[in-house]
């Protein structure tokens, strides 16, 4: 029985050593080797990779990628919760459209919507020149690269992670215990408080994780949204494999973002 | 003794269903009170229109001769144990039980919870979550979680529905025990009959949303006003073809001889002996019909026997 188990799982465990394992393992040698002329790496070993991180110019971004995808996170929270509450108080029927509807925006690509944000919100966008067409603004508003756009991008491009866990921990609490709340002389704003958001708990972890996970890593949101003061790590390591050419920066850079997220996420377990 | 809880003509009307038709009904203070009826018979509506969870549409409801009209549930000094017990499942045994007190800001819940707890026997399973309890368990968390409150009514909803057979008798009794010790006022929905007769001071039996009978259990047993009520409650041969003129099969007596006295006799054929247990039941064919009797030993199939009943254990109904 043991073995078949062992068999069973073998195609999965194949896969996990060679697309995660081995790569991070790479990951992790280049972090640790020195610079090549045109890319790539070279000899000697060396700890220079990370002790350049320590710059409070690379420590600045650290921090701006987790307050912007913390924030980001926060939003889709206070935006989705609801969204999944009433999608998990609608009728069976309506329930299956309402998460299709949720959907939907995955059926293009997060390149082309991010693109579209871009038209909407740019000086000539949509936005600015229907204010400017309806005389309620004279200038053009600043909306785009700027913090608060990759802060829209972000919460527009992750929402559904959010609102889908969510509705499945909402989906599974029974009317009755809104009743047995009620009954026990809880009102509606207590019962969802003490009842509703404990059980909905697991649904928002879960889904607070995927949009935090998301946000951090993001480049593209950043790169075309935001401006020359809105670099998130993601755009640093980007930067680092193509135009810099110091993949061992790089590599170090996505090290030490993962080594953050876990302790971050184990922090929050605690 | 006075009405703790008086529904008056109350109604709950569905667009083309009454669930619940003119209902009107008083429940004496310190009463065990049963509501039975059939799946679908109103009984469940009702008591979610006395607990707050509904409104009704027309009729008053009132406890200790207020209405409660525009109360909301979470104010009606009323509580719910549920058919299956909608226990809050992040909280722990002591934290399902504390909730309403919570609410209600009593300071003192330590002792309240402890005490609750050893009314129904879960003391020692303060700490444990709904999921490790048994069926039976989750039940007297649900009843404790209730009680700690000391409701004006305590309502419940086929408590015993949930539990296995062989556990339901014993929680019945435990019941009964708790309803007497604590005072309080109960109102049971059943569908099931050998529980609302065991258990009450009075039923109310319902049909299609309507109440057809009020009385103790003896009254509906013995002079069920309907015909429904009396079949519902028990077996009836029907003496007559229009449901007019039944009599109980524990009240029908069979014999190869005939008695002679002033009972109603027919005579009749064996068709078969039923084992049930405590006694057969016989069934004959006699010129009013089907006859069904009880007794301490088996007939056989195509016996000549005559069956009667004294006038007395007849039930009439007028059409």
């Known amino acids: ?31 640790l080797l020195s610079r090549g002329v045109y890319g790539g ?73 991010t693109y579209a944000w871009m038209f909407l919100l740019r000086d000539t966008g949509l936005i600015n020149t229907v204010l400017l067409a309806t005389g309620i603004i004279a200038e053009p508003l600043p909306l785009l690269y700027n913090n608060g756009a990759v802060l829209l991008g972000l919460v527009y491009g ?22 047995a709340a009620a009954d026990l002389g809880a009102r509606p704003i207590t019962a969802f408080w003490q009842v509703v958001v404990p059980m909905a708990k697991p649904g928002m ?8 996970i998301s946000c951090i890593g993001t480049y593209l949101t950043p790169d075309l949204l935001g401006g020359s003061k809105t670099i998130m790590i993601g755009n640093v390591v980007q930067n680092q494999f193509t135009a810099a050419r110091d993949w061992p920066f790089g590599a170090a850079c996505s090290l030490l973002l993962m080594g953050l997220v876990m302790l971050f996420l184990r922090s929050d377990e605690l | 003794m006075a009405a703790i809880l008086e529904l008056r003509g109350v109604s709950r009307h569905y667009p083309g269903h009454r669930a619940v038709h003119n209902v009107s009904l008083e429940v004496e203070s310190g009463a065990f009170y049963s509501i039975l009826g059939p799946s679908g018979c109103g009984k469940t509506t009702t008591l979610r229109l006395i607990a707050g969870f509904d409104e009704p549409t027309s009729g008053d409801i009132l406890l200790d001769g207020k209405p409660l009209q525009n109360v909301p549930a979470f104010e009606r000094p009323v509580n719910t144990v549920f058919q299956r017990y909608a226990l809050f499942p992040h909280l722990t045994v002591e934290g399902n039980v504390e909730f309403g007190l919570r609410r209600r800001g009593v300071r003192d819940c330590k002792t309240k919870v402890a005490e609750a ?12 979550m709904p999921s490790q309890l048994s069926g039976g368990e989750q039940q007297r968390v649900a009843l404790a979680r209730s009680l700690v409150l000391e409701p004006r009514v305590l309502l419940l909803d086929e408590p015993l529905s949930a539990l296995d057979p062989a556990l339901r008798k014993s929680v019945r009794a435990e019941l009964k025990a708790l309803q007497r010790r604590t005072g309080i006022t109960f109102v049971f929905i059943t569908h099931d009959q050998e529980e609302a007769l065991s258990l009450s001071d009075r039923i109310a039996v319902m049909n299609k949303g309507e109440v057809e009978q009020i009385g ?61 247990g405590h006694c057969f039941h016989v069934e004959t064919e006699t010129s009013r019909g089907r006859i069904v009797a009880e007794a301490a030993q088996p007939f056989a199939a195509g016996e000549n026997v005559f069956v009667w009943w004294h006038a007395a254990d007849e039930m009439r109904f007028h059409a």
């Open chain 1, 41 to 113: 790496v070279e000899q000697p070993w060396t700890f220079e990779n990370y002790r350049r991180l320590v710059d409070p110019l690379y420590l600045g971004i650290f921090l701006r990628s987790f307050w912007i995808a913390g924030l980001a996170t926060l939003l889709c929270l206070v935006l989705g919760f609801p969204l999944a509450w009433f999608i998990a108080r609608s009728s069976v029927r309506r329930r299956t459209l309402y998460l299709n509807l949720v959907m939907i925006p995955f059926w293009t690509s997060f390149l082309v919507r």
């Open chain 1, 158 to 179: 992750y929402l559904p992670f959010l609102v889908l866990p969510v509705y499945t921990s909402l989906e599974k609490i029974d009317l009755s215990m809104m009743e």
């Open chain 1, 1 to 31: 029985m043991h073995k078949l188990r062992a068999w069973f799982l073998l195609p999965a465990r194949l896969v996990n050593f060679v697309c995660f394992v081995v790569p991070l393992c790479i990951v992790l040698a280049y972090s």
């Open chain 2, 117 to 128: 707890l050893e009314m129904v026997h879960l003391t020692g399973k303060e700490k444990r």
């Open chain 1, 205 to 212: 972890r879960a889904g607070s994780i995927l949009v935090f």
């Open chain 2, 216 to 276: 103790s259990p003896q009254d509906i047993y013995v002079r069920p006003a309907t015909p429904f009520v009396a079949t519902f409650l028990g077996d009836v041969n029907w003496i007559d073809d229009a449901s007019k003129l039944g009599v109980r099969p524990e009240a029908t007596r069979i014999g190869r001889e005939s008695p002679g006295n002033g009972a109603r006799i027919e005579s009749g054929q064996v068709r078969q002996s039923v084992f049930l």
